[in-house]
């Protein structure tokens, strides 16, 4: 069963924008914190940013800051990641996350559910 499914990612040129959704079957998803996190080839999962479960406090990698938006829609089970001024080195397969708790951590060992990932390319 897919308690979590991301989609919008693709193909986009460098300073091009993206928003990522991620769809959730998960009961209770309202009441739980959430974030996405992202893996390049060969390189490990690292965090891009996360929210309360009401959404009012987020969390976000320096990488991104001032250039990602992370946001939900509770009343439709949905979070985003708006992605602007994409570079050439946000490219990775990007992956939503849900925890037991409702806080916004950033570490991927405080997550129990995970999407199956959404492809992100970003071309110079």
């Known amino acids: 069963q897919v308690h979590l499914a991301e989609s919008g990612g693709g193909l986009v040129q460098a300073g091009g924008s993206l928003r990522l959704s991620c769809a959730a079957s998960?009961?209770?998803?309202?009441?739980?914190?959430a974030g996405w996190f992202r893996q390049a080839l060969g390189k490990e999962r690292e965090f891009v940013a996360s929210l309360t479960s009401s959404g009012v406090a987020t969390n976000y990698a320096d990488s991104v800051k001032g250039r990602f938006t992370i946001s939900r829609d509770n009343a439709r089970n949905t979070m985003y990641l708006q992605m602007n001024s994409l570079k050439p080195e946000d490219t990775a397969t990007y992956y939503c996350a849900s925890r037991s708790g409702w806080e916004a951590r950033t570490e991927p060992g405080e997550y129990d559910y995970w999407g199956q990932g959404t492809q992100v390319t970003v071309s110079s």
């Open positions: 998960l009961p209770a998803f309202t009441s739980r914190g």
